[in-house]
T-cell receptor
Framework: DAGITQSPRHKVTETGTPVTLRCHQTENHRYMYWYRQDPGHGLRLIHYSYGVKDTDKGEVSDGYSVSRSKTEDFLLTLESATSSQTSVYFC?????????????FGPGTRLLVL | AQSVTQLDSHVSVSEGTPVLLRCNYSSSYSPSLFWYVQHPNKGLQLLLKYTSAATLVKGINGFEAEFKKSETSFHLTKPSAHMSDAAEYFCVVSMNTGFQKLVFGTGTRLLVSP
């Protein structure tokens, strides 16, 4: 499972509240990713990180921010949650050499915004 | 731009019969291709990957896929379905644009009946 954990695994929150999801890895991987999964869309990239304090946007980054202050932790924050952010969120790491990478995924966090 | 089309949203088979899940891709250069499986309420697990070595790729649990450049296809097969194969399967193409960007298909749900 590439040593990836996510917390919390389930969360229910109200519209307008801030939410932070945590991804933790134990194997010192440089690259980490946050995706969301919605029916009919597969997985879509929200943000990614290529090192401590180095992050960039993915294709669906609006309404989300990330931080990476330690190699092992990658945090995803919804500053003011909306119902459209109800989704399952997956963290991933990649390992392997350039052009030969493979991504491995965490168990997911199911978020419901009421 | 890279894209992936999974030709069937649902596939139903009987236990012991062959499985075929179809995937076509579009890529402007030689891609890396993956199949991931997701069991209900679980994360994504790597089944197999193609990275320009042998065109017939063997994965876990008896699955294999064949890369056909002339047909831009990467179909997933298994000779004999098992009940435990019931899950959602994602075909994924990788873009290497400084980081590994994955483009997911919309998934195929495999149903296996006794």
């Amino acid at each position: 499972d590439a040593g990836i954990t996510q917390s919390p695994r389930h969360k229910v929150t109200e519209t307008g509240t801030p939410v932070t999801l945590r991804c933790h890895q134990t194997e010192n991987h440089r690259y980490m990713y946050w995706y969301r999964q919605d029916p009919g869309h597969g997985l879509r990239l929200i943000h990614y990180s290529y090192g401590v304090k180095d992050t960039d946007k993915g294709e669906v980054s609006d309404g989300y921010s990330v931080s990476r202050s330690k190699t092992e932790d990658f945090l995803l924050t919804l500053e003011s949650a909306t119902s459209s952010q109800t989704s399952v969120y997956f963290c991933a790491i990649s390992e392997g050499t350039f052009l030969q990478e493979t991504q491995y995924f965490g168990p997911g966090t199911r978020l419901l915004v009421l | 731009a890279q894209s992936v089309t999974q030709l069937d949203s649902h596939v139903s088979v009987s236990e012991g019969t062959p499985v075929l899940l179809r995937c076509n891709y579009s890529s402007s250069y030689s891609p890396s291709l993956f199949w991931y499986v997701q069991h209900p309420n679980k994360g994504l697990q790597l089944l197999l990957k193609y990275t320009s070595a042998a065109t017939l790729v063997k994965g876990i649990n008896g699955f294999e896929a064949e890369f056909k450049k002339s047909e831009t296809s990467f179909h997933l097969t298994k000779p004999s379905a098992h009940m435990s194969d019931a899950a959602e399967y994602f075909c994924v193409v990788s873009m290497n644009t400084g980081f590994q960007k994955l483009v997911f298909g919309t998934g195929t749900r495999l149903l296996v009946s006794p």
